[in-house]
């Protein structure tokens, strides 16, 4: 599996930037598609996700009511639309594909009472964003 972002860039505190993650390969049968994100010095943080069966959408607190995840099946696309972008968003952006239900958009794990992302089975290679004045 191949996932390629793009999108990143240089944004003025308060703008916005459209990330895109293409995936392509022999087996796309995921559970959910989504970005996690590493700042400079940072852990890698699971930000968005969503269900490729459902649309059901789990966002980080972090970027609730800023970021908007969506998916285009047809094309194999998840984009995440980032509005309202600060400073502490400056990070590289991954795309990343959960292939067992792992993250807080399956059902089951729900159940088992995850809450957040955590790791993933492919990755992206990142796309840089910078948020600064």
């Known amino acids: 599996v191949q996932l390629v972002e793009s999108g990143g860039g240089l944004v003025q505190p308060g703008g916005a930037l459209r990330l895109s993650c293409a995936a392509s390969?022999?087996?796309?049968?995921?559970?959910?598609i989504g970005w996690f994100r590493q700042a400079p010095g940072k852990e890698r943080e699971g930000v968005s996700c969503?269900?490729?069966?459902?649309?059901?959408?789990y966002y980080a607190d972090s970027v609730k009511g800023r970021f908007t995840i969506s998916r285009d099946n047809t094309k194999n696309t998840v984009y995440l639309q980032m509005n309202s972008l600060k400073p502490e968003d400056t990070a590289v952006y991954y795309c990343?594909?959960?292939?067992?239900?792992?993250?807080?958009?399956?059902?089951?794990?729900?159940?088992?009472?995850?809450?957040?992302?955590?790791?993933?089975?492919?990755w992206g290679q990142g796309t840089l964003v910078t948020v600064s004045s």
């Open positions: 990343a594909i959960d292939l067992i239900g792992m993250w807080p958009t399956d059902r089951t794990a729900q159940a088992l009472g995850i809450r957040s992302m955590k790791g993933a089975d492919y």
């Open positions: 390969g022999s087996t796309l049968d995921y559970v959910a």
């Open positions: 969503i269900s490729r069966s459902d649309g059901t959408t």
